[in-house]
């Protein structure tokens, strides 16, 4: 059996390796968040993939995911849609990162929401991984939720919940 490998433009699924994998899980179960995926990440056309990470957004072979766990978001792309979302995901290399958005996250999900932090965390040079793919994909009209959500408002396990394929 062949292992199906993932196009351009593809949003991986992945864990998080060491203490910065558990801390961004306990922060994620914090905000009601169990899913086993706790980073994102999305594959360009070179065999290597952007990711935001807690030093920056940086891009990063593909083979470092090929002896973990991954799963695809099976989400429909054109050829040329893939190609702009390449191109869209290497303009976002060198973004910091925001450890904030969990407290964000956190207070959105009990109905907390002051100005203050949304406006802290809603801000295209700082984003954890998976508001990183969905800032990617919502740039190139490509709307992941229907639910009314800004690109700053998930976390892996919420890209997790979308149809998904394993290689």
Known sequence: MTSRRPLPGTIGLTQIKGIVGWLVRLLQCI?????KATHVFVVLDDDTVF?????????????EYDD???K????PLTPEKRFAIVARARQYVGIGYNWT?????AAYRLHFRPQWLKDRVQKDKRMICSQAA???YSDENEHLFND?????????GDLARLPTWTP
């Open 31 to 35: 905000n009601g968040d169990f899913s």
């Open 51 to 63: 990711e935001a990470q807690p030093g920056g957004a940086v891009i990063t072979p593909l083979s």
């Open 68 to 70: 973990r766990w991954v």
């Open 72 to 75: 695809y978001v099976d989400w």
């Open 101 to 105: 958005t969990y407290f964000y996250l």
């Open 134 to 136: 969905d800032k990617i």
């Open 148 to 156: 009314g959500r800004m690109p700053y408002d998930l976390t892996p």
